[in-house]
């Protein structure tokens, strides 16, 4: 277990080092490059020429890598020039970085909440009304283009509902801690903060959870039946154990392993929807960080973002990887 | 088995059921499934629409021709009237023409995109299952990288890569983002035969590595990339949008895309909603019915359904 958890973080320092490398080139080699992304088009070539010689840009691109390799590791990834202009790269993630997690965290919980029952409803009455309906809504789910729904929220439920639509809090004098803005009001005494928080998560999460939700509920409802078929199911009904018990230690139990796998992938759907929901939300998260650099070509900001969305997505489906053997006695031994 | 049957019969029989290939199968099934013929029915409509389209469309998408309509100081543009059924659009052009002139394009990125996707991870998929060794090392270690990355993140991040954005930039972001899901699909069906008694079989009568490869294992591991191909068809339509959303998309909107139809008229979603509702719910019902098609074609591909 240790020997494999090892194996795949050093595999994880391997990916972001080849991915920092592509995209420090990509970054250097555009067309105009970072000297243009700063000045502007109206720039003199007296003017270029000194931010090249000042940005260490006449030098070969490897010597300009391991320079770069070099301030990273202090933790400087440069200034943010579309973003936030003036702050550093790092400040702007971590700044960032909490608002996305809570967003991400209550996007999957609702898609886990609904979805696990519903695939198992769906399983359990296979082929009638319930599971053909349940079946096409997640098709549906899975085909509508994830902004365009956010859109449809922000403006008819949330005047509908009376839900705040815009950014991660009102402008209410909360005490910052953790940067967590639910959580600030739990620890400093301030539930109004965390429950104003908390409304101003609920559209966004809803919006961003569809594409989970859907994969989550299909994959339930295809494990689930791939275990009812099983001998040992066919086994605990005829020595006359209660239908929970069937439900709970001998169907879920089973159905549990690709459907923990599914979540961890979908991870990477949370991050890439998070980069359209945020925008539609104004939600001041990594995502909307994203949004604007791509908009506004913010290099040094967009190339900390991507590899931090890397390690993320990589570290949490290790962790789902371990899951495993919690969920799995079989794997526990190996 | 009945005491009259001659043993002639029997082995008749037995040729019989073993002589159904696993495609005719599923093509059997297919035809009794009404879900997939659903899926079939809205693809088939959009295809010939999409091919149609210029001769059916009953005015010009690209020319301004209500622009004397559109008054930008009060977000006003040019409502339903006759010969312009759904009215224009906020260049004055006529909205209805563009819905269905934009199909054509709107295929064009989705077939592109699997065209392009497909062909790179045939290639790369073919080369480390065929070869092995450390040639599957070096594609799989490739493939591992552009996997460690959130799908639609890389195709956002490519997009973002050329200067200047065109249909064929989208096209390439989307598509490059499947390569490595269509190698893995294929590489993993090709290793499985690699060891399978049928190429054994082959290799032993001394058929060239070459021919094994391109007409014993290929063939038979194509199932699994036909159904990916299908969902491809649906994501890249869905994606290209997103694109476009984050103004990574064709900026040269004279031939309209749906998806890109949606996303620039981001900033008049709550005025106009028609103008987005339209492209989204032709964009809902295309990914639909290529999503109805793939999944119903997994099931029928699966050897554990057939009977």
């Known amino acids: ?334 | 088995m009945a005491l009259g049957v001659s043993k002639k019969e029997k082995i008749d029989g037995l040729a019989e059921t073993a002589g159904v290939s696993l495609a005719a199968s599923a093509w059997k099934r297919l035809k009794r499934s009404p879900v997939f013929l659903i899926g079939a029915t809205i693809i088939g409509i959009f295809v010939v629409l999409s091919i149609l389209s210029p001769w059916l469309a009953p005015q010009d998408p690209s020319v301004p021709m209500l622009i004397d309509q559109v008054v930008k100081a009060r977000n006003e543009i040019p409502p339903p009237q006759p010969g312009h059924l759904l009215g224009g659009d906020l260049q004055g052009r006529d909205f209805f023409s563009r819905l269905l002139v934009g199909s054509q394009q709107t295929l064009i990125v989705g077939v592109g995109a699997t065209i392009i996707g497909l062909t790179g991870g045939l290639i790369l998929g073919t080369l480390a299952g065929a070869l092995g060794g450390w040639v599957d090392s070096v594609v799989m270690r490739i493939v591992d990288v552009m996997l460690s990355l959130p799908s639609l993140l890389l195709a956002f991040s490519i997009a973002a890569m050329f200067a200047r954005p065109s249909q064929f930039t989208v096209i390439l972001a989307v598509s490059i983002v499947q390569i490595p899901v269509f190698a893995r699909l294929l590489r993993g069906s090709m290793l499985a035969q690699r060891h399978s008694d049928h190429v054994l079989a082959a290799t032993a009568l001394g058929v060239k590595k070459g021919a094994i490869v391109f007409r014993h294992m290929l063939p038979n591991s194509l199932s699994p990339v036909i159904v990916q191909s299908t969902l491809v068809l649906a994501t890249a339509i869905i994606e290209a949008a997103a694109l476009s959303f984050l103004g990574l998309g064709n900026p040269d909107d004279r031939l309209p895309e749906w998806g890109q139809m949606l996303g620039d008229v981001q900033n008049v979603f709550d005025t106009h909603p028609h103008l987005a509702a339209w492209p989204a719910i032709c964009i809902i019902i295309v990914a639909l019915g290529f999503t109805l098609m793939g999944e119903t074609l997994r099931e029928a591909l699966d050897p554990k359904n057939r009977r």
């Open chain 1, 1 to 334: 277990m240790l020997r494999y958890t090892i194996r795949r973080l050093v595999q994880l320092v391997g990916v972001v080092l080849v991915l920092s490398m592509l995209l420090f080139a990509w970054l250097r080699l555009l067309p105009g490059g970072p000297v243009s992304a700063l000045l502007g088009e109206r720039a003199t070539p007296e003017s270029r020429e000194a931010l090249t010689k000042q940005l260490g840009l006449d030098q070969p691109i490897f010597v300009q890598y391991f320079k770069f390799l070099g301030r990273a590791a202090t933790g400087d990834f440069g200034v943010s020039t579309g973003v936030q202009p003036g702050d550093s790269a790092l400040e702007i993630f971590l700044q960032r970085f909490p608002a996305t997690i809570e967003l991400s965290f209550f996007a999957i919980l609702i898609a886990i909440a609904v979805g696990v029952p519903l695939g198992y409803l769906a399983a359990k009455r296979r082929g009638g009304w319930f599971d053909n309906l349940s079946v096409i809504g997640s098709l549906i789910g899975v085909a509508v283009p994830v902004f365009f729904l956010a859109y449809l929220l922000k403006d008819v439920a949330s005047s509908a509902l009376g839900l705040p639509s815009q950014g991660r809090q009102d402008a209410i004098d909360a005490t910052r801690v953790t940067g967590f803005f639910t959580l600030d009001g739990l620890i400093t005494g301030e539930i109004d903060a965390t429950l104003n928080a908390l409304e101003h998560l609920i559209l966004p999460a809803i919006a961003l959870a569809t594409i989970p939700f859907a994969v989550i509920f299909r994959i339930t409802r295809a494990a689930v039946l791939d275990v009812l078929d099983e001998d040992f199911v066919r086994t605990a009904e005829s020595k006359g154990l209660t239908a929970p018990v069937i439900r709970r230690r001998h169907v879920l139990r089973n159905a549990m392993l690709p459907v923990v796998t599914t979540i961890g992938l979908q991870t990477g759907a949370l991050l890439s929807g998070a980069v359209l929901t945020e925008k539609v939300f104004s939600f001041a998260g990594v995502g909307q960080a994203l949004a604007i650099g791509f908009e506004r070509r913010d290099y040094p900001v967009l190339l900390l973002l991507i590899i931090m969305a890397t390690i993320v997505y990589v570290v949490v489906n290790l962790l789902v990887d371990l899951s495993y053997a919690l969920i799995d006695p079989r794997i526990r031994t190996r």
